[in-house]
């Protein structure tokens, strides 16, 4: 049996213990290293049960914590950005799961790249602020980006052994998120956690609070341009509340193919792992007979803003999506601490916007600076 070896970066967060799940249930598996944040407990519980050759921490004091925990076994321990660069690089590893959280997805994806490794991807911000390079740069070294999102999995199945220059549309579905259907008005008092209550789909915290937001699905919108080489004006959002058609493609002659299922991120963590195969995965199935109905309605930009503001950000291009998701990661950690109301999440990405002077084609070393200043800027105003 040949074993598919693979490191992830971001492995106690919600995609990373989700792929390592599929992991569990598959013995044809094998993961090299692992990377967390600042989980060492979490961690230390990983190395044990994969025995990774890598393990990487993001400080150092957390790097000794873990060094000392896991002393009797053989995973060798590593700390911060060259950690991360280590674990990206390594020629154990065939496939780099991208589940870090963040902007610091981006070098140790264009290293992995570099490497000739293919990427599952599930970081979100590396395409948002780095697509122009990335996507060609993946072409030029011939290595497959793999999307591990709900809906670029699902866009990407609806794919297969279709004529890319076929696609009329990409409809992308958005469940609305806990407060579809109210009016600004009625957001003004929303709690931390009321935002976090979301209807269909179990998330990281972040990620939950862009969903009530729509900033989510402005960032889907901008990574399927990158992803799947399309203009803006076509792609199109529309909310589907019962999360069960994941997203579709339209095509030329007015077919539209869909990918249905459960809400399961485990189906397009696996779809990826294994990619182009499919293998048997547990868990619920769609009964129709059950379901009944599915609605459809046009997403509400007037009251939820995020959508229309990365549409705007992406049109701008250059270095205003990196202002929109820096603007944005920073907001919902202030909302997350209690230290802003809701509606003002919107109000500080729209204020960052608006004072920024845009780079064209940014380098890395630029995005990530770009970065630094809407954090100043935004802290200095806020």
Same mark, same amino acid.
């Given at each position: ?30 993961? $090299? ?210 999360? $069960? ?118 380098? $890395? ?18």
């Amino acid at each position: 049996m040949d074993m598919r070896k693979i490191a992830i970066i971001g492995s106690t967060g919600s995609i990373g213990t989700q792929t390592l799940d599929v992991v569990r249930a598959n013995d044809d598996l094998e993961v $090299v290293a692992l990377a967390a944040g600042n989980n060492v407990e979490l961690l230390e519980k990983q190395v044990r049960q994969f025995r990774p050759r890598l393990a990487c921490v993001s400080k150092e004091d957390k790097a000794k914590e873990l060094s000392l925990r896991i002393k009797d076994t053989d995973t060798k321990v590593l700390c911060g950005m060259e950690g991360l660069l280590e674990i990206a690089t390594m020629p154990e590893s065939e496939i780099l799961v991208t589940a870090i959280m963040g902007m610091i997805g981006i070098r140790p994806t264009i290293a992995a790249i570099e490497a000739g490794k293919d990427i599952a991807l599930a970081n979100k911000e590396t395409l948002v602020t780095a697509g122009h390079i990335i996507m060609p740069l993946a072409k030029e070294k011939n290595v497959s980006i793999l999307p591990v999102d709900s809906e670029h999995s699902a866009i990407f199945q609806c794919l297969q052994g279709e004529k890319r220059e076929q696609v009329s549309k990409l409809i992308i579905t958005a469940s609305g998120g806990p407060f579809r259907g109210r009016r600004k008005e009625e957001l003004k008092n929303i709690q931390v956690e009321d935002a976090l209550k979301h209807p269909n789909w179990v998330m990281g915290r972040k990620i939950t609070i862009d969903s009530s937001t729509l900033v989510n699905k402005g960032l889907e919108v901008i990574e399927a341009k990158w992803l799947f080489g399309m203009e803006l004006e076509d792609i199109q959002v529309v909310v589907h509340p019962q999360s $069960v058609i994941h997203s579709m493609v339209e095509f030329k002659d007015g077919a539209i193919i869909a990918q249905l299922g459960t809400p399961d991120m485990k189906l397009p963590i696996q779809y990826a792992l294994y990619y182009p195969d499919r293998k048997f995965l547990a868990g619920d199935r769609l009964d129709f007979a059950k379901l009944k109905t599915m609605t459809f309605e046009a997403p509400d930009m007037e009251n939820f803003r995020g959508l229309a503001l990365a549409i705007e950000a992406s049109k701008t291009g250059g270095s205003m999506p990196t202002v929109f998701n820096a603007a944005n990661e920073l907001a919902v950690a202030k909302f997350l601490d209690k230290k802003i109301k809701y509606l003002e999440i919107i109000d500080i990405i729209e204020d960052a916007m608006k004072g920024h002077k845009v780079i064209q084609n940014p380098k $890395v070393e630029e995005i990530l600076g770009v970065e630094q200043q809407v954090y100043e800027y935004i802290e200095g105003r806020w």
